[in-house]
């Protein structure tokens, strides 16, 4: 199966999304909750209906660019910020070949689980490129046995140390205390600083 910009498309278009809460994740609501700054560059990469992104608007962030390779959840987003909020900020594409930044603050949610395995390295690698020195990526990440069946791939704090300890300092990983009851005891709620 290849993970690729027609596979998720045809998701959207078919309504598979199980991944999808309809609104932002709990745990990123509350670290958003407490961010302070607004005028952060922030990305939400992977970013599909874009809830988390649309807290932030709600929350009078302004600074934040949002990256999806399927176009069809980028629409419905733009169909729910004002039509003021600019365009270029609603970016299609394939993360792995997007050139912006440098951000100050990278947020996961289930975008990483979404890729396929023998992207995770590279995956930590476009991240770290991504960030300013000391830069966050923060969000959240499954903690469930991997298997080849997937998405979502799962994955242990033990693993996500060894992928982002190179470019990041492991500032909190660990279990996440509001995740949505069926996600709960699964997910992990991370800060991970580029060095
Ligand atoms: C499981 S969904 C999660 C969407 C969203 N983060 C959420 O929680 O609702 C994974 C998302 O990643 C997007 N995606 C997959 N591979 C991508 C890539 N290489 N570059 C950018 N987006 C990608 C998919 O289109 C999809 O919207």
Redesign the pocket.
């Known amino acids: 199966m290849d993970?690729?910009?027609t596979y998720?498309?045809q998701?959207?278009l078919e309504g598979r999304?199980g991944?999808?809460?309809g609104a932002a994740?709990p745990p990123i609501q509350a670290y958003i909750d407490q961010l302070g700054r607004t005028d952060q560059r922030i990305l939400?990469?992977?970013?599909?209906?874009?809830?988390?992104a649309e807290y932030l608007y709600r929350k009078g962030f302004a600074n934040f660019t949002v990256?999806?390779?399927?176009p069809f959840?980028l629409k419905q987003l733009a169909d729910r910020l004002p039509p003021e909020f600019p365009a270029e900020r609603l970016v299609e594409?394939?993360?792995?070949e997007?050139s912006g930044g440098p951000f100050d603050l990278i947020l996961e949610?289930?975008?990483f689980?979404?890729?396929p395995l023998q992207?995770r390295t590279r995956y930590a690698e476009k991240m770290a490129e991504l960030l300013r020195p000391g830069g966050i990526l923060a969000g959240l990440l499954f903690d469930f046995p991997l298997t080849p069946d997937g998405?979502?791939f799962g994955g242990s704090p033990e693993e996500y140390k060894t992928l982002f300890a190179p470019a990041f300092s492991i500032r909190v990983l660990e279990r996440a205390r509001n995740s949505i009851p069926p996600r709960a005891g699964r997910e992990l709620f991370f800060i991970f600083e580029k060095k």
């Open positions: 993970l690729n910009k998720w498309q998701r959207y999304t991944w999808d809460l994740s939400v990469p992977g970013a599909g209906r874009g809830f988390e990256l999806d390779i399927a959840p594409g394939d993360f792995f997007y949610h289930t975008f689980c979404a890729l992207d998405p979502p």
